[in-house]
């Protein structure tokens, strides 16, 4: 199954910090026994902090 992304939330703050999360839904596996993959980034000043 071709993973298919069931969330996007993007949030840029108004000191230009920004939070993004992306979830998908994939194929069971041994590394993912929940059917889900996730991005999550935290950027600070340009910077990732998370």
Excluded: Q
């Excluded at 993007?10 to 993959?37: A, Q, Y």
């Amino acid at each position: 199954m071709k993973a298919r992304l069931v969330r996007h939330t993007k949030v840029i703050e108004d000191d230009g910090s920004i939070l993004e999360m992306r979830l998908w839904d994939v194929t069971v596996s041994p590394d993912k026994p929940h059917g889900f993959k996730y991005s999550l980034a935290y950027i600070v000043k340009g910077k990732r902090a998370v």
